[in-house]
């Protein structure tokens, strides 16, 4: 079974800084997708990224990025210039054929950004 | 992106009663559908997956008799807890897929269940 690990229960970050997530996985498949979700206290999972694991390129949306290391079963995600409403619980997911495109998310971690 | 409606959003119920929780795809077909149970301050564990027409496939640990679900239609799920105990208490949430594998899955808003 896939498992993945997020290692960093909580982060904090100063408005308009950078921070980055991390995420490893473990996985045998060759293909298989990656996700960020940000969930608020409103608990609705909001997709922040996706990646897929046939691309080299790393993926960017806007102020969000990840770095992804196939070979070392990593993907964190870097928040760019970090704003109050992007405080909020981020998972870290996998999904592959394999597991019938279900997702497999990480523990989670605690994003607080403060003024 | 697309729209899953999940309903209802609270629900408080009485043990030993049973409950229906409604999850519905409304401008896709949804040929699969998962059901996610999310505990306090915890991460989501997937339940069981469900496609159009067929059984459900439930994880290791979730008792099919207790948590019933119907996907009955391309565009509707039902999980329903029955007979329903306080430990069952927590947030469920769906998500929904039209089974193509490069498309990502959409989540309904969730559903606290509080049972007393």
């Known amino acids: 079974a896939q498992t993945v690990t997020q290692s960093q229960p909580e982060m904090s970050v100063q408005e308009a800084e950078t921070v980055t997530l991390s995420c490893t996985y473990d996985?045998?498949?060759?293909?298989?997708?990656l996700f960020w979700y940000k969930q608020p206290p409103s608990r609705q999972m909001i997709l922040v990224i996706r990646?897929?694991?046939?691309?080299?390129q790393n993926a960017t949306e806007n102020r969000f990025s990840v770095n992804f290391q196939k070979a070392a079963k990593s993907f964190s995600l870097k928040i760019s210039d970090s704003q109050l409403g992007d405080a909020a619980m981020y998972f870290c997911?996998?999904?592959?054929?394999?597991?019938?495109?279900?997702?497999?998310f990480g523990k989670g971690t605690s994003l607080l950004v403060t003024p | 992106g697309a729209v899953v409606s999940q309903h209802p959003s609270r629900v408080i119920c009485k043990s030993g009663t049973s409950v229906k929780i409604e999850c519905r795809s409304l401008?896709?077909?949804?040929?699969?559908m998962f059901w996610y149970r999310q505990f306090p301050k915890q991460s989501l564990m997937l339940m069981a997956t469900?496609?159009?027409?067929?059984?459900?496939?439930?994880e290791q640990g979730v008792e099919k008799d207790k948590f019933l679900i119907n996907h009955a239609s391309l565009t509707l799920s039902t999980l329903t807890v029955t007979s329903a105990h306080p430990e069952d208490s927590s947030f469920y949430i769906c998500?929904?897929?039209?089974?193509?594998?490069?498309?990502?899955?959409?989540f309904g808003q969730g559903t606290r269940l509080t049972v007393v």
């Open positions: 998500s929904a897929s039209d089974g193509q594998s490069n498309t990502e899955a959409f």
């Open positions: 996985t045998s498949e060759s293909d298989y997708y």
């Open positions: 401008d896709f077909q949804a040929t699969t």
């Open positions: 469900s496609n159009e027409g067929s059984k459900a496939t439930y």
């Open positions: 990646q897929e694991a046939y691309k080299q």
């Open positions: 997911a996998y999904r592959s054929a394999a597991s019938g495109y279900a997702l497999n």
